[in-house]
């Protein structure tokens, strides 16, 4: 483990409904990489981004952030992470400004104005606009702009892309390359196939072991 | 690179965000508030329009129809933050998740336990009771109404990711309104008779109290366990 | 000291153990129950102001003891499941759940049966049974949570919460409940305090005491293999069973 390493798994397992769906996971992130995870559907892709975030609890083995278990840092990791899941996290009867208000409260804000977010993932003319009347790809854009809302090094992204269009997975492909060569981390899943060229990119294939 | 808001703002940002959620879901909060009403109507109709016996009995069925009332409110302290992934993002903040949901708490508390104040006089006087117990009225559903606020969100937290959350969740915190139910609907009585209410009102000030220490941190660890 | 501890706390090694007991704690509560029998219902002379019809508190008593004691050991476990994650601590406060559920419900029947000829009811309003009734209702409410949620480790979790939540309440809703009774119902004498304790009736109610306990770890044993087989099915030991 280099002196540069922030994210270290150590003999991480996953059990639920009392199957064993990954054991003995180690892996180690630095600054700039970005991780993968695939595998066949229920293999426990989303269950370890989540033991990741600190939603859910390991069944066995420890996440060291900067060589210090996450659960003892609690705040401080959280401050660090920003996690889009599977639902998008938006309150429908709110507008989009005032969600990402909201995230920046909850986090650690970024310097950029909210009105630059927006305009960023071509939100800004719905900056007032009730979330419920958005569409699907808007609302999931929405979701996203909340990793530039606010400052995190660690993104840990499950399914980003969906219901997003090509050009709309595009700009966010870009995103991302932005975030990995200002220092930052990516984790995530995705069964669209991402390719950042130039960038330093681990794949972890889940399920082998059954 | 900026600096995450002090606790106390993140606390009254998560308190307004609630209030105006309540604001832009007007009709669904209003619910608990009609069924209270009903509620107590139906027992004139079921009893006989007495007015000595329902001037007796008007505390204890003002004080069981807040607890049914409260039980239906419950379930949108974090029903809609369960489903649209905005609970995760609370769990997910760099901010102590017990003070979170106090904050939470407080606004169900605002939109569905103070309206009770406004409401509850009024159907005490059709129920006959003697003016000389409104006082006591308002100040048991001023200090009883967060209680149930602040315990059944423990419920609710516990039950959130269940599918048929809603019936198991009358089990789980009823019992645990027993106390709340007896002191109040006891001062109640002894201010209608000329007693004393200062015992009742003390307990029910310790009950809050201790309502307000314990329970975010137990709604925080169920509401772990739910999102898990 | 320690060392055991920490064995037992591994499910087969528990399994194992618990196994070997079973016999030999079935026969030392069947030993409890007969000598604790015989003395409560032939032994001790008839209360003298309620009779033949007192004697139903060598049962009543004993269960309402069991029932608050096996509360106490859950919530117990629920620290521990809290804490430590321990999962034989899930297995045995989930096993406890339906064992201590069912001395309640003992106790509430047996106090029933004795209202009848005391009071010419079923039911009385009494402190202790209003408690007791508002205890089975915790108790069914950790069996309700526990099935309603599908993964059985996220099922402990939330038990040890809500165990742990009503351990906190039980003292509070029995004080109010007394509070409560001596409020309304006066100052009649409820028999359902312990009598005048005479060594004689004191004995064979502590005999029944200690059957109830064996029994409860007896239950307990068997219902946590139980449980154990059914959550650890997919694990080595199991198979090698």
Same mark, same amino acid.
């Given at each position: 483990m280099s002196?540069?390493?922030l994210l270290q798994?150590?003999?991480?397992s996953?059990?639920?409904n009392d199957?064993?769906l990954?054991?003995h996971?180690?892996?180690t992130?630095e600054p700039?990489?970005m991780?993968v ?7 426990g892709k989303?269950?370890l981004?989540?033991?990741?975030t600190?939603l859910?609890? !390991?069944?066995?083995g420890?996440?060291?952030w900067?060589g210090v278990p996450?659960d003892r840092? !609690?705040?401080?990791y959280?401050e660090?992470v920003a996690?889009? =899941?599977?639902?998008?996290g938006?309150k429908?009867?709110?507008?989009c400004l005032?969600?990402l208000r909201?995230a920046?409260?909850?986090?650690v804000?970024s310097t ?5 977010v927006?305009?960023?993932v071509n939100?800004y003319?719905y900056?007032?606009?009730e979330v419920g009347?958005?569409?699907? =790809?808007q609302?999931?854009?929405l !979701?996203l702009a909340?990793l530039l809302?606010?400052?995190?090094m660690?993104w840990i992204?499950d399914e ?12 966010f ?5 932005q975030h990995l ?6 984790i995530m ?6 390719s950042?060229p130039?960038?330093?990119?681990q ?7 059954a | 690179m +900026?600096?995450r808001l002090s606790?106390?703002q993140a606390?009254?940002?998560?308190l307004?965000r609630?209030?105006l ?6 009709a ?11 509620v107590i109507t139906l ?6 329009a007495?007015p000595?016996l329902?001037?007796?009995?008007a ?10 009332a ?5 379930d949108s ?5 369960f489903?649209d992934?905005?609970?995760? @993002?609370?769990?997910l ?17 605002l ?5 009770l104040?406004?409401?509850?006089p009024?159907l ?9 117990a ?6 048991? *559903?001023l200090?009883?109404?967060?209680i149930? +606020?602040l315990?059944?969100a423990?419920g ?7 599918r ?8 789980l915190v009823?019992?645990l309104?027993v106390?709340v139910l007896i002191f109040?609907? +006891?001062a *109640?009585?002894?201010?209608a ?5 200062s015992? @009742? *009102? ?12 314990l329970s ?12 898990s | 000291m320690f060392?055991?501890?920490h ?9 194992r153990?618990?196994?070997k ?8 509560? /069947? ?5 604790g029998?015989?003395g409560g219902?032939?032994?001790a002379?008839?209360d003298y102001?309620?009779?033949?019809? $007192?004697r139903?508190i ?11 004691l096996i $509360?106490?050991?859950m919530a117990f ?7 430590w994650?321990?999962?034989?601590a899930?297995v ?7 064992i201590g559920?069912?001395f309640t419900f /003992? ?5 029933s ?7 010419g ?10 408690s ?7 108790y /069914?409410?950790?069996i309700?949570l526990h099935?309603?949620i599908d %993964?059985r480790?996220?099922a402990g979790r ?5 165990a742990l939540?009503?351990?906190v309440n039980i003292?509070i ?5 007394e509070?409560?009774h001596?409020l309304h ?7 359902? %305090?312990?009598p ?7 004995l ?6 200690m ?6 770890v007896?239950?307990?044993?068997q219902?946590?293999?139980?449980e154990?087989?059914?959550r650890e099915?997919?694990?080595k030991?199991?198979e090698e069973l």
């Open positions: 002196q540069s390493t798994t150590r003999e991480l996953c059990i639920r199957r064993m990954f054991e996971l180690d892996f992130l700039g990489q991780l995870v695939e595998g066949p559907n229920g293999c989303t269950s981004l989540r033991i990741l600190g859910r609890l !390991a069944d066995g420890e996440i060291l900067r996450i840092l !609690a705040g401080d959280y660090q996690y889009v =899941g599977h639902h998008d938006v429908h009867e709110l507008s005032e969600n909201l920046r409260a909850m986090g804000p950029q104005s909210l009105d630059d927006l305009e960023q939100l003319a900056g007032e606009t009347s958005l569409s699907a =790809g609302k999931r854009r !979701a909340r809302a606010t400052d995190s660690l992204l980003p892309f969906t219901s997003l269009d090509r050009d709309s997975m595009a700009m492909a870009s995103l991302f390359e060569e200002q220092q930052g981390l990516i899943t995705s069964h669209h196939d991402i950042l130039g960038q330093s990119v794949r972890l294939h889940l399920g082998a072991q | +900026s600096h606790l106390n606390f009254v940002f998560l307004r609630d209030l959620l309540a604001l832009r879901n007007r669904e909060y209003a619910m608990p508030l009609l069924f209270f009403v009903l027992f004139p109709l079921a009893l006989g007495e000595v329902l001037a007796r009995i505390p204890g069925i003002i004080w069981v129809a807040a607890l049914l409260a039980m239906l409110s419950l302290i974090f029903r809609s933050d489903d992934g905005s609970l995760e @993002q609370i769990l903040s760099a901010h102590p998740v017990a003070v979170l949901v106090l904050a939470k708490v407080s606004a169900h508390w939109v569905t336990g103070l309206p104040l406004i409401v509850a009024l005490a006087e059709m129920l006959g009771m003697p003016s000389s409104q006082g006591t009225l308002l100040l048991t *559903i200090i009883g109404t967060p149930l +606020s315990i059944g423990i609710v937290a516990l039950t959130v990711g269940l048929k959350g809603g019936i198991i969740l009358s089990l009823l019992p309104y106390p109040a609907a +006891s *109640i009585e002894n201010a008779m000329g007693f004393e209410v015992a @009742q *009102i003390y307990m029910l000030l310790a009950f809050l109290f201790l309502s307000i220490s975010p941190w137990a709604t925080a660890a169920a509401l772990r366990m739910s999102v | 060392l055991w501890f064995k037992l706390g591994s499910p087969p090694h528990f399994y153990i618990a196994g007991w079973i016999p030999w704690l079935t026969w030392i509560f /069947l030993a409890f129950l007969l000598t029998l015989y219902l032939i032994e002379p008839p102001q309620q009779g033949e019809s $007192y139903i060598f049962v009543h008593v004993p269960s309402a003891w069991m029932s608050l $509360y106490v050991v476990c629920g620290a521990i499941v809290i804490i994650r321990m999962k034989l899930e045995v406060l989930i096993s406890s759940a339906p559920a069912s /003992l106790a509430l029947i047996t106090g049966l004795w209202g009848k000829p005391m009071w009811t079923y039911w009385v309003w009494d402190a202790r049974l209003t007791e009734l508002i205890l089975l209702f915790l /069914l409410g950790i309700g099935n309603a %993964d480790r996220v939330a038990v040890a919460i809500l939540v009503g351990v003292p809703i029995h004080y109010s409940v509070w409560w001596s119902q006066g100052p009649t004498v409820t028999k359902f %305090d312990k005048s304790i005479h060594w004689s009736m004191l064979p109610l502590l005999l029944m005491a059957a109830f306990q064996v029994y409860y007896l239950a307990l044993f219902k946590c293999r139980v154990l087989l059914r099915r997919n694990s030991w199991i």
